[in-house]
T-cell receptor, first 114, second 110 residues
């Protein structure tokens, strides 16, 4: 079946602009995760959704970052007033449910803030 | 919170030899330890995982060992092949948060 998909694959924006990154999890997966991966680093946890609610948003770096999952499927990561330091690959992953082991990653969105 | 350290950051081995990557974790409540392989420009792919109630797990040329007392776990790749060249990440999970190591870039030399 279809895996996790993310759009866009690449996003170039200017400092100060607003961006939205979209994640489509595997159908039927109730758990959804956002990570940020900077060059040469491992994925860094941002936020976890179980269903529609954010169960853990402790990884969001500041209040410019926000994520929603209104219907418990597609999720959108929103970044306001982008800064050059936000440039990274933003990865989404999903798993079958809470405390289910395997997380399946999407291909990521490469965000470049000029 | 959880902290995962991974060593070495870069590893070169001759084709056919074995490769070992080591990780330590800090939170004794972590109970699940996956390993991911990431090729350049691609998404991380799970290659093997181990739960805290198991000491060792093997899948063909790949094996993982876990020492809960010492809070460290290792990835072993035997009979390495060119397609094993990639970046490997260890990770530790407590509840639903997975914390990743910084990765090991593995080069398989011809």
């Amino acid at each position: 079946g279809a895996g996790v998909s993310q759009t866009p694959s690449n996003k170039v924006t200017e400092k100060g602009k607003y961006v939205e990154l979209r994640c489509d999890p595997i159908s039927g997966h109730t758990a959804l995760y956002w990570y940020r991966q900077s060059l040469g680093q491992g994925p860094e946890f941002l936020i976890y959704f179980q269903g529609t609610g954010a169960a853990d948003d402790s990884g969001l770096p500041n209040d410019r970052f926000f994520a929603v999952r209104p219907e418990g499927s597609v999720s959108t990561l929103k970044i306001q007033r982008t800064e050059r330091g936000d440039s990274a690959v933003y990865l989404c992953a999903s798993s079958l449910g809470p405390n289910t082991d395997t997380q399946y990653f999407g291909p990521g969105t490469r965000l470049t803030v000029l | 919170g959880e902290n995962v350290e991974q060593h070495p950051s870069t590893l070169s081995v001759q084709e056919g030899d074995s490769a070992v990557i080591k990780c330590t974790y800090s939170d004794s409540a972590s109970n699940y330890f996956p390993w991911y392989k990431q090729e350049l420009g691609k998404r991380p792919q799970l290659i093997i995982d181990i739960r805290s109630n198991v000491g060792e797990k093997k899948d063909q040329r790949i094996a993982v060992t876990l020492n809960k007392t010492a809070k460290h776990f290792s990835l072993h790749i035997t009979e390495t092949q060119p397609e094993d060249s990639a970046v490997y990440f260890c990770a530790a999970r407590r509840d639903d948060k997975i914390i990743f190591g910084k990765g090991t870039r593995l080069h398989i030399l011809p």
